[in-house]
């Protein structure tokens, strides 16, 4: 258990409708980052935060969005979403002091129909 | 070219063997290099990472930086039916930035 949770594990929607993905990272991490995982791209990523504010961003659509609140927790929402949006996504947490790697949480996986 | 290559495998061998995973990449600025786990439709779980050349170790595990051939490797020793998954490399300029990964190699080792 890497200590980086995700809810839920499984989502199922339409095409055109919105979700929001949430990410706890591990205990007194700061960063956040979130990842999208498709069998013909492998895992790619989206955006990064840092104790609340955005750091970086990835190749992310323009109708996907995330956020960090202040306690940590972040939240990726995607909107009008399209049969090509389903996917596994990650988030991962690193510490805040020194490196260490990210650590990943067990993912959400998004199918839309 | 992609900024990270990995051979997809897929790669079987026996219980007991020997285990060579190895990616490369072409961006120079990478310097910190780390080697994930993961088994079918679950998180990818952190191995090793390691900071610039060199190699380290840890217990079956063996990873390995070559910068100069922008090379990276990862060895297991003693392989068990259990190190059956996908290995991911992967790869960032800063500690605190986002990883570029190899599309993984999936492994089976058989009783």
């Known amino acids: 258990d890497s200590g980086v949770t995700q809810t839920p594990k499984h989502l199922i929607t339409a095409t055109g409708q919105r979700v929001t993905l949430r990410c706890s990272p591990r205990?007194?991490?700061?960063?956040v980052y979130w990842y999208q995982q498709s069998l013909d791209q492998g895992l790619q990523f989206l955006i990064q935060?840092?104790?609340?504010?955005?750091?970086a961003k990835g190749n992310i659509l323009e109708r996907f969005s995330a956020q960090q609140f202040p306690d940590l927790h972040s939240e990726l929402n995607l909107s009008s979403l399209e049969l090509g949006d389903s996917a596994l996504y990650f988030c991962?947490?690193?510490?805040?002091?020194?490196?260490?790697?990210?650590?990943f949480g067990p993912g959400t996986r998004l199918t839309v129909t | 070219q992609k900024e990270v290559e990995q051979d997809p495998g897929p790669l079987s061998v026996p219980e007991g063997a020997i285990v060579s995973l190895n990616c490369t990449y072409s961006?120079?600025?990478?310097?910190?290099f780390m080697w994930y786990r993961q088994y079918s439709r679950k998180g990818p779980e952190l191995l090793m990472y390691?900071?610039?050349?060199g190699n380290k170790e840890d217990g079956r595990f063996t990873a390995q930086v070559d910068k100069s051939s922008k090379y990276i490797s990862l060895f297991i020793r003693d392989s068990q039916p259990s190190d059956s998954a996908t290995y991911l490399c992967?790869?960032?300029?800063?500690?605190?930035?986002?990883?570029?990964f190899g599309k993984g190699t999936k492994l089976t080792v058989n009783p």
């Open positions: 390691t900071y610039s050349s």
């Open positions: 961006n120079s600025a990478f310097q910190y």
């Open positions: 205990s007194g991490d700061l960063s």
């Open positions: 991962a947490s690193s510490s805040r002091t020194g490196f260490s790697g990210q650590y």
């Open positions: 935060y840092y104790n609340g504010e955005e750091r």
């Open positions: 992967a790869m960032s300029v800063g500690g605190s930035e986002k990883l570029v």
